[in-house]
Each structure stands twice: as C-alpha cells, then as structure tokens.
C-alpha cells in the first residue's frame, strides 16, 4: 500500500515528504494509521548521523494512531484500538522477563535498524527504504509495529497529543517516578527543559516534591517550567555557575537531580550539587558517541551519591503508558502545554523550531481529514 512518509535520504539533509510503498503485513505485525507523532532528538541525532542507521530511512518513534491491521499472530489489538506506538523488545531475554523491557538484550538490534531486523519500503524511482525505526518509523500516514510495541489506550483522551508518551514523556516521567523516587517533600532539580525534563518535572509534583529547580538556558522554557510547578529557576548562562546557583537555593544540595543534557560540564556540576546520599538520573544522549564524563571521585565518595543512567524511563510500557494518560485525564499531567502541532509537511519547520528552542515538543499532524 502506498503512504505519504518523510524520508531522510543523505546525512543531515532535510526530510523529504513524498510517497513511498509498505511492504505488506507480517503476521507479528500491527498496521496503524498514524493521527500523530512528535519530533524527537533521537530522530534529529539519527538524520545528522549522531547515531548510526542505513538510508535512505524513515524515521520517527512517538506515534499515536488507530489500528487498522493485524497479522495472524496478534492476539491483544484489534482494528479501531487506539493505541500509543514505543520502542521495540524481544519478549524473550532476561530483562524482558523480568519486567525491565527498556533493557532488552537485543535493544539495539531491534531499534536501531541493523541489517538483520530493518523491513523495506520502496521510494517512487523503486529504491529500497529503511522501516522499523524503534520499531516503528511513524514519520509517515501509516506504521508497521509489533504487538510488543503497540500500547492501547483509552478512546476518550485526545489521541493526537498521546504520540510522545511512547518516548521522550515516557523518558522524563518515568526516570522520576519509576527510577528516582523522589520522597515527599524532598528536593529536585531538572537540567534542561525539554519535554524530557518538563515531564520529569511534571512527574516531580506528583511525587510530592517540595522543592523544584528549572535549569535551562532558554527564558522562555523556565517560564513555562515556573507555570508547571518549579519553585525555583536558574539560567544556565549565570556565571555563577550551577552549583553555586543551586546552592544558594538549597545550600545542602539537593536530593535528586535529573540531567537531560548529557554535556560533561553540566553532568560534574550535577554531580557537586547533591545532598549527601543524592541521587543523579541521567538520560541525554551525548553529542558524541564517544562522550566521556569525569567526576570529582573522592568528593562522591565521601558524600556516598548515587549516579545512575536510565533508559525509556525504567518502563513497562503496557502499564506505565496508560497510567501517564490516566493521570492526564485527571488533570494531574498537563503535558498539551508543552505541545506545538504542526501540519504532517511542515516537518523541517518543526525540527527548526525545536532545535532554536522555539517550541518544547512539536506534534506532526497526519490524517486529519
């Protein structure tokens, strides 16, 4: 069947709108037609060849859309399902079994499109191109998932908005309620205010904590931050420094912190800043794939602090997805105000805006109509 799709055909260059052929339905496989789906960094870093995939490709990992196929295998969906589309797992390795899928062993074989598991669609001239992107590649009007990684949700909540539960809210939502635990009444900061960081911090009032810190180095995100519930907000251009902004707020440090930024200096800062036995989540993907970290390592022993990374938010999916939209439901997780949708072909539009920091989390727009 044919399907308009964004495609990536060189490294860097700007998506190309323009109709492609999926290949047809696997027996394992979940046809969805995609209402919408965020632009995410993990796409943008993948265009720019941060981290490796074939091309041509179509990418794309936060959909939400209804089903409207399954193959002979697929026993929990059903055509007319709404559902919220995530990163794939096996199903069958150790972490898998053990309630801890964001850890699958075959991880990175399954999402990152290695030649053994990557599905092909065809361009208009006959080239073969790249599916399965975090199983799924829903920068496109339809997405061939997998069971594993469809999640049903409830029909009464605004389907178009619920893409990015499946990634980056799933990310910053889950680290704090499902990773760091923050204890009621305890205090946190949140280092940088994308919708990873906003979830989490959005994730932080409903844990109950009491002081909430919103470092970022763009006016406009610590606004909203301060309108979401921080206490507190710290430009990162101060020069100052972070910690000795935060310490002027908490002057033991803090108890958790949450980095979303993955920039060296930033995450040793992080590090100086916590409480004793504080706890540092980590979730950024660095500019480079060989990024390292040095850390003040006496000063962390003597202060017995935990630093720890975080993939996908520790999630089970099929739960924790639809606790995130039921909490939304209630009023208790106001994620539409992070939100900027545009339409399905204004795609390089939103990747610009996200990256000038203009908007906090663009939603593409498909079938509408």
Do not use: W
């Not at 605004?158 to 760091?180: D, H, K, M, S, V």
């Amino acid at each position: 069947m044919k399907a308009k799709a964004a495609v990536v055909h060189a490294t860097g260059e700007n998506f190309s709108v323009e109709d492609i052929d999926l290949p047809e339905l696997n027996d394992d496989e979940v046809l969805v037609r995609t209402v919408g789906v965020g632009v995410c960094h993990t796409d943008i870093a993948t265009r720019d060849a941060q981290l490796p995939s074939p091309l041509p490709i179509v990418l794309g990992h936060e959909a939400s859309g209804i089903v409207e196929g399954v193959g002979t295998r697929v026993r929990g969906l059903s055509i007319g399902d709404h559902v919220v589309l995530t990163t794939a797992s096996c199903g069958r390795c150790s972490s898998c079994l053990t309630g801890e899928p964001t850890y699958c062993a075959e991880f990175a074989t399954i999402n990152s499109q290695s030649d053994t598991m990557v599905r092909h669609g065809k361009t208009a001239d006959g080239k073969n191109v790249a599916l399965k992107f975090f199983g799924q590649s829903s920068f496109a009007e339809f997405a061939l998932a997998n069971e594993r990684n469809t999640i049903k949700v409830r029909k009464d909540a605004p389907l178009e908005l619920l893409g990015p539960f499946g990634c980056g809210i799933q990310t910053g939502a889950g680290t704090i309620l499902n990773g760091l635990k923050p204890k009621m009444g305890s205090s946190i900061a949140i280092i940088g205010c994308g919708s990873v960081g906003l979830s989490g911090l959005l994730a932080s009032v409903v844990s109950g904590c009491t002081t909430i810190i919103a470092v970022d180095v763009v006016e406009s995100r610590l606004q909203l931050a301060r309108s979401l519930g921080a206490t507190h907000v710290v430009n990162g251009k101060s020069d100052a420094g972070l910690e000795a902004e935060i310490r002027k707020i908490v002057p033991d440090g803090v108890n958790y912190i949450l980095d979303t930024t993955a920039l060296p200096s930033l995450v040793r800062a992080a590090a100086n800043s916590l409480s004793l036995r504080g706890h540092l989540g980590l979730v950024g993907v660095p500019r480079k794939m060989d990024e390292v970290f040095t850390l003040d390592v006496i000063r962390n022993l003597a202060t017995g602090v935990t630093i720890q990374y975080f993939l996908e938010g520790d999630s089970v999916p099929q739960k924790f997805i639809p606790a995130l939209v039921d909490l939304y439901m209630q009023g208790k997780f106001p994620v539409d105000k992070l939100v900027t949708y545009y339409p399905f072909d204004q795609i390089n539009e939103a990747v610009s805006d996200q990256l000038s920091g203009r908007v906090t989390k663009p939603i593409l727009r498909l079938n509408t109509k």
